[in-house]
């Protein structure tokens, strides 16, 4: 299976983006275009290691689950979370962050199919937008 990779700069704090990436409220905003909701699991709130979390989303137009277990975490500069059931063969998504003087590098890194690297990227803009909106929110 191929390996997709993303960065993404955002002008935000390292573990601002490392909270957002982690948070499950903030990933289902993040994924609307694929109407993707939490079912099961932890529902609210941030991922911790060994926290598991079911989602349902629609690709291929068809609704399908993926169940994802955090496996590692090194705040705030590493998580990474694999699949424990759904459609996939395997599936194993490595969220890295690298602290810059303006900001931060996110790195998303997906062994999967070729066709999930649109919402990758799409999740990652999304999350840009709201960390680098935070302060004229409030």
Known sequence: ??????????KAPIEVCFDLARNVDIHTQTTSKTKEKVVGGVTEGLLE???TVTWEAVHFGIKQRLTARVTEMEKPDKFI???VKGAFHSFVHTHEF?????GTIMIDK???????RTFIVSRAKELKKIAEN?????
Do not use: N, T, V
């Open 81 to 83: 979370d694999i699949m």
């Open 1 to 10: 299976m191929p390996i997709i990779e993303h960065q993404q700069f955002i």
């Open 98 to 102: 690298i602290e810059e003087a303006d």
């Open 134 to 138: 935070l302060d004229s929110l409030s």
């Open 110 to 116: 997906l062994i999967l199919e070729k066709y999930m």
């Open 49 to 51: 290691k060994g926290d």
